[in-house]
């Protein structure tokens, strides 16, 4: 078995002659790649590329910081999602509609009534290629046209159409917070007026205008409370106003809303919730006679920020778990709307702790006089409303400056840059990879063209197919001059004997007496397949033998494409071989001596052509011809059919001493070979060897054995053609 493995394996030199075999194969392919290569290079339409870059930076507003306090915010975006943002069906959406893009391409279009908007943004889209420039900030914006002004136009315009959605997104914050501080701020001046004229009424008309001292502290207290509640409701007023321009934004996108009470009715979110009540309940009592540093102090502000964060968390999971999607403008809209939507649960925990404190002075105030308790309640709401109408107004200030201050993140380093020359075909690599390919593609039809191509080659396959059969004789291509009669053409041994062809003949019939430790007198010849040169060899071979003074028969036994009549020209008299098994006729009317002065070779043509010759040659009459020629002849040469055409072959050659088959280099199919092979070994017949037919000379010994038997080592030039010599 590993014998075998290792025969069928490729050597380098085996490689070698594959392409020395199929060299104008692999050269046609190469040339014809390289062709289309260069074709292609002249009729492909030129693509042209601008370039603009772009510096992203974290989000930036005015110098005045968040009018609403401390943020909880999670950073400036990645680069990657920048890059997935200049690209979003927004912004395409608006570079369409300010360069006017949908006429453009109609104008330019085979069916300008079968564009659309979808079409546009998905030819943009494949245009369009936004990458980041090593680890930094910039990003480039490349759009690839074979218009070079609509690539410049559309990345300069894509710069802009992007600051400007960066500007919008951060401007909705800021603009929802001041529309309601402006709403908010006539009423509380209202309010404010309507406190100050009843605490004025209630002293002319009381004459109380002074509270004691246990009065006042407690007034103190009451207003610092209300005065906190007041800012914590401005500030759950704006959370509620940004989430709703939020939930408009996400609206218009056709996204999912997540409500606040969805939020709020949530258990988890309600126990968190209570749980920062009771923690900041415990902190205000505590802070006034504690120090900041102390244990108790510094751990309930822990628990504070770690119930805070579990909340954060516990949103951020009901909002993730109703949204699936991966643009990353939703992603940054949702992102806002998970802080806002925590900001506002733990505002409204504040607010509930803030109450339960105010709460406790609200009944030491019950249990004041009468008017005291009446004056008190006028002082405080006028303080209070003060105080609130101070801080709307300071907040609207800082909210214009924020609105205004706010822009973009994004700078233009560099406005689009048209590349002077095509990007697209690269000639120089475009040429390269088609030679690559092209050898490749050559290799490739090589190798295929040698698996596609079942026939013999080289001595080798012969060798692999039949393993321990010996090669008996060498014959070598024959360049026939067709101006000679074809007996002449096909009998080299009798008309050249002293060609190189002639001695490969000699050679073969010697190898042939060899062949057996028993000399062979009955030889019989058969191929694989036809048109493989078994009768032109057992003409040669029974020529060869005869010169040598052996008497010597040749027999015609192919009885269903008889050609030694033909080769020798005999005379047709329709008596042969058939006409001695069915008729009668005897031999000695049957045989014919065509030869002049080779009085030792004689033929028994086929005759009557049978109209069953498998019959004919199984019976017994065909054995005891055999017998009785065998005391005649000292050879006797049998012309057989092909042996996978009929089964004749493998019969006659039972009463033979062995056979020789013959295949044909580029002529016999290696299955056939094989299958030939093995029809001899099931049947008991003695092969003798096989014959290699039509063997290249350059490729062989042969080349330095023409060149001994040519004069002077020279070639003889004459009209000669290639050709396969006929069955």
């Known amino acids: 078995m590993e014998e075998e493995k290792q025969e069928n394996e490729l050597t380098f030199e085996d490689i070698l002659k594959i392409f020395k075999n199929r060299f104008w194969w692999f050269f046609l392919t190469v040339i014809v790649t390289v062709c289309i290569t260069l074709i292609y290079l002249f009729t492909a339409t030129p693509i042209y590329e601008a370039t603009a870059t772009l510096k992203v930076d974290s989000s930036k507003q005015g110098s005045v910081a968040d009018i609403f306090g401390s943020q909880m915010t999670t950073g400036s975006s990645k680069i990657s999602t920048e890059i997935e943002l200049i690209k979003s069906r927004r912004n395409l959406e608006k570079v369409i509609e300010n360069l006017n893009l949908v006429d453009y391409f109609r104008a330019n279009s085979e069916n300008p009534e079968g564009v659309t908007i979808n079409d546009i943004i998905k030819t943009l889209n494949d245009m369009i290629t936004v990458s980041p420039i090593g680890d930094t900030n910039i990003v480039k914006i490349s759009v690839q046209s074979e218009d070079p002004d609509l690539a410049r136009r559309v990345a300069d315009e894509l710069s802009l159409v992007y600051n400007d959605l960066l500007k919008s997104l951060s401007q909705n914050e800021y603009t929802a917070r001041r529309v309601f501080i402006q709403e908010q701020i006539p009423k509380v001046e209202e309010e404010l007026q309507n406190a100050q004229d009843n605490l004025r009424k209630f002293k002319e008309e009381n004459n109380v205008f002074i509270l004691d001292e246990e009065a006042k502290a407690i007034l103190q207290f009451l207003v610092s409370y209300d005065q906190q509640l007041n800012a914590y409701q401005v500030q759950l007023n704006g959370s509620k106003a940004k989430i709703d321009a939020l939930n408009d934004v996400l609206k218009s996108m056709d996204q999912e809303i997540i409500s606040s ?81 925590t900001r506002q649960q733990v505002t409204q925990s504040t607010i509930q702790s803030i109450t339960a404190i105010r709460d406790t002075y609200q009944t030491q105030l019950n249990k004041l006089p009468a008017l005291e308790q009446k004056l008190m309640d006028y002082q405080r709401e006028v303080q209070v409303k003060e105080n609130l109408y101070v801080l709307l107004l300071e907040k609207l200030e800082e909210a214009r400056i924020a609105e205004a201050g706010v822009i973009g993140t994004a700078n233009i380093i560099d406005s689009a840059y048209i590349s002077p020359n095509p990007v697209k075909p690269n000639k120089t690599l475009t040429a390269a990879i088609g030679g690559v390919l092209g050898i490749f593609l050559g290799i490739l039809v090589v190798f295929l063209m040698e698996y596609m191509d079942k026939r013999l080659k080289e001595e080798s396959d012969v060798k692999r197919i039949l393993k321990n059969a010996p090669i008996l004789g060498r014959i070598p291509h024959v360049n026939y001059n067709y101006d000679e009669e074809e007996s002449k053409r096909e009998l080299i041994v009798l008309n050249d004997p002293v060609s190189p062809i002639s001695e490969a003949y000699k050679l ?19 191929s694989p397949g036809p048109s493989e040169g078994k009768t032109t060899t057992a003409a040669n071979v029974a020529i060869s033998y005869a010169q040598i003074g052996k008497k010597t028969l040749l027999m015609d036994a192919d009885m269903r494409r008889p050609r030694i009549e033909k080769i020798f020209e005999l005379k047709s008299r329709n008596v042969g071989l058939v006409n001695h098994l069915l008729r009668g006729v005897p031999l000695e009317r049957a045989i014919q001596s065509p030869i002049e002065g080779l009085d030792t070779l004689d033929i028994l043509p086929v005759g009557v052509i049978p109209p069953n010759p498998t019959a004919v040659l199984t019976s017994n009459e065909f054995k005891i011809m055999l017998e009785k020629l065998k005391e005649q002849y000292e050879k006797i040469i049998i012309d057989l059919p092909p042996v996978l055409v009929s089964s004749d072959s493998v019969i006659a050659s039972r009463y033979s001493d062995g056979i020789v088959l013959i295949t044909r280099i580029n002529g016999t199919i290696k299955t056939g070979l094989r299958n030939a092979y093995d029809n001899i070994n099931v049947s008991g017949v003695k092969l003798l060897g096989t014959v290699i037919n039509d063997l290249n000379v350059q490729s062989s010994n042969y080349y330095y054995y023409y060149y001994y038997y040519s004069e002077d080592g020279e070639k003889k030039k004459r009209r000669k053609r290639r050709t396969t010599v006929n069955d």
């Open 508 to 526: 073969l019939t010697t190898n042939i007496d060899f062949s057996s430790s028993k000399e062979p007198n009955v030889i019989c010849f058969s």
């Open 261 to 341: 009470e969805t939020i709020s009715i949530n258990p988890v979110v309600s126990n968190l919730r209570n749980q920062i009540v009771n923690i900041q309940v415990q902190l205000a009592g505590i802070e006034g006679t504690k120090s900041p540093n102390d244990p108790e102090v510094l751990k309930l502000k822990e628990q504070l920020a770690q119930a805070q964060e579990m909340l954060k968390n516990e949103i951020a999971t009901i909002v993730t778990s109703q949204v699936k999607t991966a643009n990353p403008q939703y992603n940054s809209l949702y992102a806002q709307l998970i802080e806002e939507q």
